[in-house]
Every structure is written in structure tokens, then in C-alpha cells.
């Protein structure tokens, strides 16, 4: 404890410490239980529930830890400590709780275990989990119309995130429900505009034509966007993301040269082509595939195969695409190479391009309930022509293409923590709005102690979420296994805050001309895509968890 620090700030921290270091010793277990994470299918159930609570673990330390920031920088948030210690509380107890219910498989000894049980221990986590703690934050939140105003700690993030806000406010927030309800494409001078502020081009370095200015102002961007409308602002800058980072880790400087600033000038719109009908996040296990060819003399590949779930590649003019380019399968994903597929934008939920070099794709939409403005669609791709010039990394590219795509993905998992922010966010808003203007049996709602209690519970853990994603965010490239944990947390924390805004707007939030039942359709999707939550908590974070790479 420091002397700036609050009654809080210190419950918390000792919480946070005590659940590390629980976490770390059977996280210790775990791996020698599973060999270093290459036996993790041997114990899937008890993988997936270190992942998780790992996660949970580091959300609560960079809560505390921004708590502490603030107080040393003499502008401490009283609001933010108290949920700090709520939020400490929580997982301390819940890892108290798995600990005790699966002793054999966390495999701890008394003395390990022990902390949790201690009584100064028992004694912060009852007093975060007090409810009359919990409710005076719902009063609190709720008194400020669920508004995050939070400091950012820097400045370039909190003039972006004010840009961000206006934009979504006076040019998203009023079209989004009719592109929700009608199941309209974003419209074309919506991407104008987004264009114009430069949104496509946050993280490409000023030397490729963007405007450089890092991780954390574009999540800032997407999850104020996500506010506004998931699928029809907040997901717009995503699959650019993907290819960006692809061509910056491993793309030719001329592809860098030519692509980039296209990109960053939304002149050039990106889809990305991975997932196939039958395969998954299995991505190793991808069949469509490129095979050498040549055209009118131009050396080149030919791509025969299937896609699904490729978002907005109607109106794309630039497939990112994941094929199959040494035919042995036992290649794996050593076998992968991502191509680049220039086509012009169609409209509506079916389209066909006819390439002169007499290859086709067609693209059909898939329904779904919400995540709207794009349209996925499942494609074809017959004899289609793609010059070698437009295989990411040219002749070093070939065979690479996993790892490449796999960078990207972890950018856009990062944008999901994000986006899943930005969505809860709306959410509380709309909750604590409702709340104070809706009367049942004589009062608002808001005065009820469980609306209070609910709201204070669904701020608290978004603040975490929060925290978890700004702090991958300017870690992105030294924490490769961060931006997952932020997925995964956030992702869980935005269906669990619409949900709950829904039922504090009774049977109004049933209704699809009331926004917080789009909310509750949009936050389906996002434990879904960039990678599925169970293979998330599995392959990725607990098995890097497992082989020792928490990532700092």
C-alpha cells in the first residue's frame, strides 16, 4: 500500500496479489500436467477454466493497476477504485470457489491455497461483495446516465475518442437502427465520411499514407463506434486491420507501398476469406486451394475452393484470402498462403464476378439475426486468377500465409475488445436511461435496490473488460496472448450487460423498435467470430498460458 492509496485501492490490490498468485501456482500445475499445454485435449474441461480465470485475473490487476496510475497522477477516480475492489472481490472469490469444488485438478497445496482463506481476505472480499457497496455504485452510474467519461491517460486517445463519439452520434447513431431493422448494407456515403476522418487508417504508420497513431486511439475508435452501431460503424475497420497487419509483418515493401495508403484512404474496402463451409477455426485444416498458373504469360495462381462467413465481401473490393498452396494435407498450416483479390463492390445479398481471366466467385448472404450493414456471405470460387504479385510476401509469402493471418487475427481480437466495449457501453447507457424515466408501482425503477444493484454489477465488470482491452492495446506487441484474454472476457460482458438492459426495459426491450433489442442480437456474434470461444479459451489462451507465455 502507498500513500495515495485509498481503503479501496488497498483491498484490491491485496486481492488481485493473493488471486496471482493462486493462479500462477495452478496455471505451474497445469503445465505439468499437460506438458507445457500439448496435452491440453487430455484435460479440455479444467484448461478452459484456467483460461478463464486467468483472464479474469488480469482484468481485475489492470483495473487496480489503472486506479493506482490515476492516484499518483494526483487525479484519482473514486468511482473507478470502488469498482476496483468490487471487481477484486469477485474473482477472488470465484477462484476460491473452483479451487475448493476441483482440488484434485488445480492440485495446490494447503499452503498455496491458503491465502484465499485467510481472513484478511475473506474480510476485502466480503466488503466488495457487500451489496450496499455495489448499489451505491448502480446509484452513481445510473445519476450519470451510464456515461463513460473515464481518463484515458492520453491525450491523443481522448481528443480521438471525442472525434469518435461525435461521429457516431450525429452521422451513425441515426441510421442504425433502419440498417438493423431493414437489413441494409452500410451506406456508401456513411463510408465517405468514415474515410474522411481517417478511421481506416489509425494504426498504418504515417510512412504507408495512415495516420500513425497506434493500437490504443483505434480501439478507442472502434468501441466508440461500437456504441453507435456494431455491425454498421464499429466493425467497418476490422478486416483492414487484419490485412494491415499481415502486410506490415510480412508483406513485400511494394506491396506495403501500394496497398497501405489505399487502405488507409478507404479507397480500397477489405473482406477476409478463412473460414470454409466445413472447416471452422480449424484453419490448418483449410481445403481451398491455389495452384501455380500462368496468364497471357504472367506467372500467377488459380484458387478452386469455398469460403463462408466472409462479412461485407459484397461491397469489398479486396478479398484477403487463405488458400491451400502445397497439396500434401499433412501440411497443416505449414502449407497456407494468403492472397490478396481485387473485385468490384456489389449490392444486395447475392453477387457474381465474372473475372476476364475467366475465373468466378459468387457470394451468397448467410441470414442472421443481428450484426447487420455487412451481410456475411458464403462464396464460391471457381479457376479464379490471382497474380503472384498479390501473394502476401511474394516468393517468401508462399507456405506463410497462417502465420500472417494469424497476427492479423490477433489485431482483430483486440478490435472485439473493443467493439464488445463499445456495445456493453450502449447498453448501460440505454439501461440508466430507462431506468430513471421509467415508473412501476409508484417509482422510477432506478430507485429500486435491485435495478441498483444490477447496474452497479454490469458497470463494474465492463470498467474491467475495459481496462483488460486499453491495456492490450499498448501492449499489442510485446503480449501476444492479451488480446485473446480481452476477447474473451469482454466478448462475455457485453451479452451479459445487454441482456440485463433488456430486462430492466421489461417488455419494451423485446420489441425491435426499442435499440436495446439490437443490442442483445449484436452481442450473439461476438464470442463467435475471430475465433470461437471455446477454441479461444483452448487453443490460444490456455495453451499459451500452459507453455508459459502470459504474456508479461
Request: a negative charge.
Amino acid at each position: 500500500m502507498t500513500t495515495t492509496d485509498t481503503p479501496a485501492v488497498a483491498s484490491a490490490r491485496r486481492l488481485v496479489d493473493v488471486a496471482q498468485r493462486t493462479i500462477d501456482a495452478a496455471l505451474a500445475h497445469g503445465a505439468r500436467v499437460t506438458e507445457g499445454g500439448r496435452l491440453i485435449d487430455d484435460h479440455q474441461v479444467h484448461t478452459e477454466r484456467l483460461a478463464y480465470l486467468a483472464t479474469q485475473v488480469r482484468a481485475a490487476a489492470e483495473l487496480v493497476a489503472y486506479c493506482e496510475r490515476l492516484a499518483a497522477a494526483g487525479k484519482p477516480d473514486a468511482l473507478q477504485e470502488r469498482m476496483a475492489h468490487v471487481y477484486a472481490a469477485e474473482v477472488a472469490h470465484a477462484l476460491r470457489s473452483q479451487v475448493e469444488a476441483a482440488w484434485d485438478d488445480f492440485g495446490l497445496t494447503d499452503a498455496q491455497a491458503g491465502a484465499l482463506t485467510e481472513a484478511a481476505t475473506r474480510a476485502a472480499i466480503r466488503a466488495g461483495l457487500d451489496e450496499g457497496a455495489i448499489r451505491a455504485i448502480g446509484r452513481e452510474v445510473i445519476a450519470a446516465g451510464g456515461a463513460n467519461h473515464i481518463d484515458l491517460e492520453d491525450e491523443v486517445a481522448t481528443l480521438t475518442r471525442e472525434m469518435a463519439r461525435e461521429f457516431g452520434k450525429h452521422e451513425v447513431a441515426p441510421v442504425a437502427q433502419a440498417i438493423h431493422r431493414e437489413d441494409r448494407l452500410v451506406p456508401d456515403g456513411l463510408l465517405t465520411k468514415f474515410s474522411a476522418q481517417g478511421f481506416f487508417g489509425s494504426s498504418i504508420p504515417e510512412q504507408y499514407g495512415g495516420t500513425g497513431m497506434g493500437d490504443l486511439p483505434m480501439v478507442i475508435i472502434t468501441e466508440e463506434l461500437s456504441a453507435a452501431s456494431l455491425a454498421a460503424a464499429g466493425s467497418l475497420a476490422t478486416r483492414p486491420e487484419i490485412l494491415t497487419k499481415a502486410l506490415l509483418a510480412g508483406g513485400t515493401e511494394q506491396q506495403r507501398r501500394e496497398w497501405l495508403p489505399r487502405i488507409a484512404r478507404g479507397e480500397v474496402l477489405v473482406a477476409v476469406a478463412v473460414t470454409e463451409p466445413d472447416v471452422g477455426s480449424d484453419v490448418a485444416s483449410l481445403q481451398t486451394r491455389a495452384e501455380p498458373a500462368e496468364h497471357t504469360g504472367e506467372r500467377g495462381w488459380r484458387i478452386n475452393g469455398a469460403k463462408a462467413w466472409s462479412t461485407f465481401s459484397g461491397r469489398a473490393t479486396l478479398l484477403a484470402l487463405l488458400a491451400r498452396t502445397d497439396p500434401d494435407p499433412k501440411s497443416g498450416n505449414r502449407g497456407l498462403s494468403l492472397f490478396m483479390i481485387e473485385k468490384p463492390p456489389f449490392d444486395g445479398h447475392h453477387w457474381r464476378f465474372e473475372q476476364p481471366e475467366g475465373g468466378v466467385i459468387e457470394g451468397t448472404a448467410n441470414p442472421t439475426p443481428g450484426y447487420r450493414g455487412m451481410h456475411s456471405f458464403t462464396l464460391a470460387l471457381d479457376h479464379v486468377w490471382v497474380p503472384h504479385t498479390r501473394l502476401v510476401g511474394g516468393d517468401e509469402g508462399v507456405n506463410r500465409g497462417f502465420y500472417l493471418q494469424m497476427g492479423g487475427f490477433a489485431a482483430g481480437r483486440l478490435q472485439t475488445g473493443g467493439r464488445a466495449c463499445g456495445l456493453a457501453q450502449a447498453a448501460l447507457e440505454k439501461a440508466c436511461q430507462y431506468a430513471a424515466q421509467r415508473q412501476q408501482f409508484g417509482l422510477p425503477i432506478a430507485q429500486y435496490q435491485l435495478t441498483q444493484y444490477k447496474v452497479g454489477l454490469m458497470a463494474t465488470r465492463l470498467a474491467a473488460g475495459r481496462q483488460l482491452t486499453y491495456a492490450s492495446a499498448r501492449a499489442f506487441d510485446t503480449r501476444a496472448v492479451e488480446p485473446s484474454m480481452a476477447k474473451l472476457l469482454t466478448c462475455d460482458v457485453a451479452g451479459e450487460v445487454t441482456r440485463e438492459a433488456q430486462l430492466l426495459h421489461g417488455g419494451w426491450g423485446y420489441s425491435e423498435e426499442d435499440p436495446v433489442s439490437r443490442y442483445v442480437a449484436d452481442a450473439l456474434v461476438l464470442p463467435i467470430f475471430e475465433g470461437v470461444k471455446p477454441i479461444l479459451e483452448l487453443k490460444v489462451v490456455g495453451r499459451a498460458l500452459l507453455a508459459g507465455d502470459g504474456g508479461g
